[in-house]
């Protein structure tokens, strides 16, 4: 069973950076992609930020340009740098990673980390 544990989050003011960690049971190299979502009070879980076992990232234009993931398979581990974050930035962040097998997609997600960013 694959465990997903999220860290990093706070509480920041708007303009700030915050650093986020998710870092994984057992390789992560075995995923297809790994993501960051995030939910916010009474709105719907969205996606943030993509990157794919073979690097390649994909972001929500809401945080292009600010939000980086990256990935480091040594530490079994992926980040999403955070800059110049904005009030509308608050959420609960939530990782998530998935692998095919036989055409059934297998879904991991973390426990969620908290993200205050006060105006």
């Known amino acids: 069973q694959v465990q997903l544990v999220e860290s990093g989050g706070g509480l920041v003011q708007a303009g700030g950076s915050l650093r986020l960690s998710c870092a994984a049971s057992g390789s992560i190299f075995s995923f297809n992609a790994m993501d960051w979502y995030r939910q916010a009070p009474g709105k719907q879980r969205e996606l943030v930020a993509v990157?794919?076992?073979?690097?390649?990232?994909n972001y929500a234009d809401s945080v292009k340009g600010r939000f980086t993931i990256s990935r480091d398979n040594a530490k079994n581990t992926v980040y999403l740098q955070m800059n110049s974050l904005k009030p509308e930035d608050t959420a609960v962040y939530y990782c998530?990673?998935?692998?095919?097998?036989?055409?059934?997609?297998?879904?991991?997600w973390g426990q969620g980390t908290q993200v205050t960013v006060s105006s």
């Open positions: 990157i794919t076992n073979g690097g390649s990232t």
């Open positions: 998530n990673a998935y692998y095919y097998r036989t055409g059934v997609k297998y879904d991991y």
